[in-house]
């Protein structure tokens, strides 16, 4: 059966525990996603807090981290989603991805309503990747691919 949290507390601070614990086992987030069975976007996104594991891919984690069974049964849980408080973040790397999106998101809507009509890119039938790639000028280019599926607006 799956269950759902309600208040983020609890895999907010296993989200803390886990990274503590990759750390110390000087760990990837890739090493990680094949122990999981899964992407490495979707397991590190699960691991802080964002996604639920399946409970074989739950388990696997849990072991390779060193967390235990409790840990293993909150990494299937539903979380509540979420994990920027309110306000403009303050993190450099997020606080440009707000950027981004402040400066894009009204281009990304107008093209997105343009090619598709009206609805939205889903964020649950999604894939994301990244990649680091040469930057033909010097330097490396972040890669980073936003796949998610049309859902169109459904009047009723």
Known sequence: ?????????????LATRAVEAK??????????ADASG???AFTTAAVLGQHALPEASARAVAELLGLGA???MLLQTIPTRG???GGIP??????????MLQVYGTTLKALVH????DGIISAINFRL????????EGGERAVITLDGKYLPTKPF
Not at 114 to 117: A, K, L, R, S, Y
Not at 129 to 136: C, G, M, N, Q, T
Request: charged residues 25%; glycine residues 2%; proline residues 7%.
């Open 1 to 13: 059966m799956a269950h759902a949290q309600f208040d983020p507390t609890a895999r907010q601070a």
């Open 23 to 32: 750390t110390s086992k000087d760990l990837t987030w890739q090493q990680l």
């Open 38 to 40: 899964l992407s490495v």
């Open 70 to 72: 409790d840990a293993a």
């Open 83 to 85: 994990s920027i408080p």
């Open 90 to 99: 303050t993190d450099p790397t997020i606080y440009r991805f707000h950027e």
């Open 114 to 117: 343009e090619q598709f009509g």
């Open 129 to 136: 990747d990244v990649r680091k790639v040469a930057d033909p």
